[in-house]
């Protein structure tokens, strides 16, 4: 729970993002891999909501509310973001929050210096991930151990939407705190008390839910 937000607007949030994610067709049913080799019977494209301007800016507005009330803006120096699906939404944080932004490949470069970092990061540098959402979180622990790597510091990860399958704890396993707006069991209840998803789509959504 976000303690620091109020809870209304929280909960006003949290409504919101759920009924864009139908609206726009970000949230759909099927059979489908995940990036983590999983099949799901859901699947939640946050790649598509820069095309709708007044989502995307409601959205990264609620990013910037989250790392400066749940995280602190004194708690990190950098923002990296991990491509492909977080790089609009890490860099147009970092552009609004005024810090320096850097984003990690997922494999060294073959050729120029070979580096898995763009941009600047020196060591000591405290730094705060950013994605849209996060499954396992395998993506997001080898991003922070690349950064690790060139001798920063990774103690947070903010992102909007936690699938809720593993990767609160696995995060914490090697000292990442996960902060999200709504894990997936919240985004399920909204919209199926609002009789936007019925109850097969719903039960769906929740068998893939880790305790």
């Known amino acids: 729970m976000i303690n620091l937000v109020p809870q209304k607007s929280l909960d006003e949030a949290k409504v919101q993002i759920s009924t864009i994610l139908t609206r726009i067709g970000a949230l759909r049913f099927g059979t489908f891999t995940l990036s983590s080799g999983v099949l799901s019977p859901y699947y939640v494209d946050l790649r598509i909501i820069p095309s709708y301007p007044e989502a995307f800016q409601k959205i990264t507005d609620l990013y910037v509310e989250l790392a400066k009330k749940k995280i602190g803006l004194n708690k990190f120096d950098?923002?990296?973001g991990i491509p492909t699906a977080g790089m609009p939404f890490s860099s147009v944080v970092a552009l609004k929050l005024s810090k320096p932004f850097l984003y990690v490949r997922k494999e060294a470069k073959t050729h120029g210096r070979e580096r898995r970092i763009e941009?600047?990061?020196m060591p000591?540098?405290?730094v705060l991930l950013v994605d849209d959402l996060v499954?396992?979180?395998g993506t997001l622990i080898d991003a922070a151990d690349a950064v690790r790597a060139e001798g920063a510091v990774v103690n947070d990860a903010l992102i909007l939407l936690d699938r809720e399958e593993g990767a609160k704890n696995s995060m914490i396993k090697v000292g990442i705190?996960?902060?999200c707006l709504m894990g997936m069991t919240e985004v399920a209840k909204i919209l199926y008390d609002?009789?936007?998803i019925d109850k097969e789509q719903f039960k769906s959504i929740m068998k893939t839910v880790k305790g």
């Open 78 to 80: 950098r923002i990296a």
């Open 119 to 121: 941009g600047i990061l």
């Open 124 to 126: 000591g540098d405290r």
């Open 135 to 137: 499954t396992s979180g």
């Open 177 to 179: 705190n996960l902060n």
């Open 194 to 196: 609002r009789d936007t």
